[in-house]
């Protein structure tokens, strides 16, 4: 069955960087388009960042632009984050999702001093 979990979250201070990873098992990883969304509490999911199955395309929200670079290995079949330059607000369960609907759990990312 598909699988997604995410993994390198944590708890860094404004400014600082962390890399997320979502391993992908059950399905062809390379027919979907991955995305990021993250969910912070009482406020619902929202997207982050989304790359083409062939990595050739990338999108982000705007609040992450310039911030956020996602890309992927489709040879790993993993889907990275890089998250660099981190604000408070940017505090929030990070989850993955494939093209077809799956989700995984989510990690958690707290930004704080």
């Known amino acids: 069955q598909v699988q997604l979990v995410e993994s390198g979250g944590g708890l860094v201070q404004p400014g600082g960087s962390l890399r997320l990873s979502c391993a992908a098992s059950?399905?062809?990883?390379?027919?979907?388009?991955m995305s990021w969304y993250h969910q912070a509490p009482g406020k619902e999911r929202d997207f982050v960042a989304i790359?083409?199955?062939?990595?050739?395309?990338?999108n982000y929200a705007d609040s992450v632009k310039g911030r956020f670079t996602v890309s992927r290995d489709n040879v790993k079949n993993t889907v990275y984050l890089q998250m660099n330059s981190l604000k408070p607000e940017d505090t929030a369960v990070y989850y993955c999702?494939?093209?077809?609907?799956?989700w995984g759990r989510g990690t958690q990312v707290t930004v704080s001093s």
């Open positions: 999702r494939q093209a077809g609907g799956y």
């Open positions: 059950g399905f062809t990883f390379s027919n979907y388009a």
């Open positions: 790359i083409n199955k062939f990595g050739s395309f990338r």
